[in-house]
């Protein structure tokens, strides 16, 4: 900003009210931050979940576009810096764009309601291409909203301080970045219980509308709280288009440099100083020091890749885990709490301990080694995420690979039976009527091994493997021999119900991933003679039917059967991310439920939760390493009109770092989780290195010193008033053009 323009605003900085010596604007600044951020990180807390079980995208795809949507937020605050900068001035544009993220914020809780697409009222959506449609407006709209007011809203925080005022200047970025977390850290845990919820109008499902809603209110009360403020902000014009200043002089030099080409022009130091010709030389020093950060950050994305998985992959690693800490539960997207807590009470302890016991010991940790050190932090943060990978690799259930198919068989009539496999000894599979005398507590690994057993069996076929009577027998120990042919499905597990009356023998498909969210699949397996309703089934069981999978969440569950004469009650504890089958006996009702046995088609996550603690210390401690000294390390590094245009240039780096996860995650699709870990982890080193060459060589500047000295030098230089006119002409001209152009 030219000098007499930044005395002009600060003529025009009044007295304002003051509370311990802060501007009293600046509450409404840090509140409306809060409420923003809460908003923006609880519908994020749920974002992956909602396209992984609502839009029932997989993992992959719901990965990418959770990406997507982060790395369009942090493009978008150039857009935001642009608009403030040379149009509205950024208390409008905060305003109009909060609007903007507040809209998005509503279309997306609206795209939520399964029951405006439900009118079969069967509990999903019939039209997922209108839910798909609604939320990615839903997005695009809030990532508008967030990036655009993001560069504005800590740069409108620092106008209200007036000069005298620069210690609480300081306090007043670390309040800033403590809201921020504080915002992260109540949302992160309150939506995932708002989204844990039952609701819905025609039928009960996981209320995504209140997980998205809440933050959506909460957005309208950051607007109507920085409204609120109005009457007290110090609100500074445009300072006219420093982005477009900035290109300008890019390009000019560029082509400059290139019509000078030829060895017999004498070189210049450096290509920037081809626009020595027409622009100011206060202005090519800047974007000098500008294009010297930018460069550096070239390697910085690569930290952003691995921290923003966070939210994604991390999430739903710990949907395979259990969260059972004793006296509470803590659901998989809970998890992501642990950031925001451990930085409110790491920065501090950084701060006041860690970094000034570094500098006692006589070391220089300068901004670029503590940068440097927090990637590293991220890297083997992602080394204890593989760990943690390898440990639930190791409990989960071995799946058939796509050329093999996996049987079970449930013997439910009164008689032994014999299973004879090619190549394998035959197996006795005792008949569930003679051998259920344990309760169904108790008879878990007796009946996996006596009436129940997985076999492999290597496929053969392109499709389907078929069994005939060389392949499998099934003989009974008394009544005439039973042949049966068996057309098994590839990579698929399969269960053989023999019912009461054996020839009526048929398969079942089983479940062949874990249940999602962490829940549990139950089915039950009807030896009753007469039709049966259980509770949470969607519809009655006839006799030796098999009902499907039904879904129910952590905790005790109780079920009630009745076949509408007599009932019972039927209860049991559940983990998470198991897999039962129910066997109803013929004498249900004469023992009160309590015949019923269990087959473990699935074990329960036993990984607990709080391994993922260690990760999530290391990413964080990286964090504070990193990104809260590369913000500061951006404003200080930065001249005094570009402060905004390196904090857009920062944020960007975050962009593109999601942008990559997108990228690797699609093109580099890895067999095992553990490796693509171990593979981000491997980069991170790489890059880390590079970073750490590329610092070595870079020069830290004082840009106030730099400005100072250049305009002294200027006002010597007998050129400085021509070029100012040149450039105040061009301006001049560019401005009639644009005039024109619109008339
Ligand atoms: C993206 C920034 C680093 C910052 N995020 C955090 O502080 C997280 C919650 N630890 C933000 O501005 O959201």
Known sequence: MPDSKMDETKKKKKKTAECCGYPISIFFIVVNEFCERFSYYGMRAVLVLYFRYFLLWDDDLATSIY?????????????????????????????????????????????????????NRDGTPDNFTLHIALSMLGLVLIALGTGGIKPCVAAFGGDQFQEHQSRQLNTFFSVFYLCINAGSLLSTLITPVLRAQECGIHTQQQCYPLAF??????????????????????????????????????????????????????????????????????????????????????????????????????????????GDFGGFVLQPDQMQTVNPILILTLVPIMDRIIFPLIKKCGLNFSPLKRMTVGMLFAATAFIAAALVQMEIDKTLPNFPSSSESQLKVVNMHSESLIVTVPSQEPLL??????????????AVSHWCFTISSHVVFPQSSPDYITFDQQDIRLAFNTTPEINKDLSLIKGSRQTLI???????????????????????????????TAYLNITNLESSLQPSETSNYTLVSQGMRKFTLTDGIQSCEFSRKFGF???????????????????????????????????????????????VMFSVTGLQFSYSQAPKNMKSVLQAGWLCTNAVGNIIVLIVAELGKLPKQWAEYVLFASLLVAVSIIFSIMAYFYTYIDPAEIEAEILKQQETDPDKKKKKETLEMEEKENEQEIKQTKI
């Open 67 to 119: 990406h997507a949507f982060v790395a369009l937020c942090y493009l978008t605050p150039i857009l935001g810096a642009i608009i403030a900068d040379s149009w509205l001035g950024k208390f409008k544009t905060i305003i109009y764009l909060s609007i903007v993220y507040a809209v998005g914020q509503v279309v997306m809780a609206v795209s939520t309601i399964h029951d405006i697409t439900d009118a």
């Open 213 to 322: 809603g809440v933050p959506a209110a909460l957005m309208v009360v950051s607007l109507v709280v920085f409204i609120a403020g109005s009457g007290m902000y110090t609100k500074t014009a445009p300072e006219g288009n420093i982005m477009g200043s900035v290109c300008k002089c890019i390009w000019f030099a560029l082509n400059n440099r290139f019509r000078h080409r030829s060895d017999i022009y004498p070189k210049r130091e450096h290509w920037m100083d081809w626009a020595e010709e027409k622009y100011d030389k206060l202005l090519i020093a800047q974007i000098k020091m500008v294009l010297k950060v930018l460069f550096l950050y070239i390697p910085l994305p690569m930290f952003w890749t691995l921290f923003d998985q966070k939210g994604s992959r991390w999430t739903l690693q710990a949907t395979t885990m259990t």
């Open 429 to 442: 599979i005792g008949s569930f009527e003679v051998q259920h005398t344990s309760k169904h507590t108790t």
């Open 498 to 528: 023999i019912p009461s009356e054996p020839a009526e023998m048929y398969l079942k498909e089983d479940i062949k991933s874990k249940p999602k969210e962490g829940k549990n699949a139950v089915r039950f397996v009807n030896g009753w």
């Open 577 to 623: 991310g198991s897999s039962y089958t129910f066997l109803i006996p013929s004498d249900l009702f004469s023992t009160d439920c309590e015949s019923i046995k269990e087959i473990e088609d699935m074990q329960p996550n036993s990984v607990h939760m709080a391994l993922q603690i260690p990760q999530y210390f290391l990413i964080t401690t990286g964090e």
